[in-house]
């Protein structure tokens, strides 16, 4: 079939991978970290002051960017001075960078930083050694500004996040858990006293997720934690009461923690806080702590990243919209004034014929939620989107590889199948032991619905998904034939080299996805479910992947190949988990739509 002609280029959306994130506002300047396709994927540090003017900080080729955990997250903190200490992406020391402009080392090699808070003097961060054997310890630590030793504050459990200090100095409170747990399983949220080191547990254990602390005063901290179900705010003294919610809601008040350094709230000059909250999209609000009266702020943005910064009665985020990009928002509680100060593409293409996406559910026995973008009344060809995670959610927010489609007459619809986060825990629980039958049977499900609905073409329908999304695809192909193609973006196709090579942070995450039966593997895996597969194929890798290496895709290819099915696979030199660089995005979405013209020809 011919695509209808459309403004939106390869180069288009390549371009307009410039990502914002990890906001600091202080004073009346904001600083921010741009990932930048176009210099090689490197993240810069970017600081605007208050007359408006901005300045890149790091000059090229200086990346911010941590790998602990291999997902990193906040890479850097501002001092009370405006300096900026960074991870650098290079070496994984940390650096001051001086108002000079050169950055100087405060670590030796051999550890990451990341969740970075500068108090006083010091550096405070959650670090991870590797001893060059494969052992990996992780630890919260102070490092004096001056550079120095870091003096270890919190040790023994495997993973840390959120460490913060009482106003006072005399208390730091974190957020910890051990394997085989991740993050939203189960955390404690722990305190030490420094004078002594003493530490106790407040909150949190196996079966409840306890996130992001922050101080209201020297005696009581806010968290958040889903206890009820939700992921809701709370408050908890030090003397170790009950905990207080704030605003009990079947809704979720935080986004999954892949990355570190996360702020789904914060604390205004009044003492209210501006929160995150919703089903999906996360709205921005703001609830006053004393009577849980919530409000939302009247702004064009629909969805929000859980990085929220407070400089007085203003708060600074990464805001998103259905034809905005992912921006630099700062929002004046007091007069609800709000302004971008950075899009992630200042000049876009017509969007014009681009639908807007809408929230559906597809009906069932167990229902899926979906966002919908349609194209046109008459049946239209459909490409499913599978997300990655697969603890994690697809949103509203404007998405160029989307409208890249759409606006070619090409329908998709984003499936938030059974384990995705955005709808309370027992949504999410649905994936427990269940990965590659619940994640393919609602991706299944969603299309077949398409197809019954009249949106969708039967004989037209695709499917694509990166990371555990590649995996659901080429499961998905492999246990139906509802699909007329797969894409799968480094994609897992078998479990046993993913439990044995990945990095530690998921090392024991396949346990709670499917078990820890070796003899499970081949009856969910999509190499052990090869035969299945009669549609065509794309696969596409980055070679420098630490979190689903390259041989994942290539099993899969060479075993499609053996039966005679047609595969195409694609390598990228240099690309790691997720493409960075501007040409790699250009040649894979080029790839991506050739592949789609000769299947829906």
Sequence with gaps: MPFWPSPISAHDVAAAGLRPG?????????????????????TAIVRREADGTCHDLLPAPWSARTRVHEYGGRPYAVTPAGEVVFTSLADQRLYILRENGRPKPLTTEGSRYADLTVRDDEVWAVREQHDGHGKITRSVVSIPLAGGEPRERASGHDFYASPVLSP???????????????????????VVRLRDGQARTLLGGETESVLSPAWKDDDTLYLVSDRSGWWNLHECGLDGGQARALCPAEEEFTQPPWQLGGAPYTVLGDGRLAVLHGRGDLRLGVLDPATGALHDLDVPWAGWQAALAADGMTVTGIGHAARTPRSVVRVDVASGRAEPLMRAAERLPDLSGVPDPRAVVVPGERPVHAFLHQVSEEPAPYVVFVHGGPTAHSDTALDLEKAFLTSRGIGVLDVNYGGSTGYGRAYRERLRGQWGLVDVADTVAAARWLADSGLADPARIAVRGGSAGGWTVMAACCRSDVFAGGVSYYGVS???????????????????LVGDDPAVYASREPLGLVDGVSCPMLLLQGLDDPVVPPEQSTAFADALSERG??????AFDGESHGFRRLETRVAALAAELAFYQQLFS
Aim: net charge negative.
């Design 494 to 512: 078998a479990l046993a080299p993913l439990v044995a090579h990945t990095h530690d942070f998921e090392s024991r995450y396949v346990e709670w």
């Design 168 to 190: 006072d100095g005399a208390h730091l409170a974190y957020v910890c858990w051990n394997h085989p747990r991740m993050p939203w399983d189960g955390t404690e949220l722990r």
């Design 565 to 570: 099915v047609s595969c195409t696979y694609l």
């Design 22 to 42: 990890w906001p600091v506002a202080e004073g009346g300047r904001v600083w921010w970290t741009e990932d930048r396709p176009g210099e090689g994927g490197r």
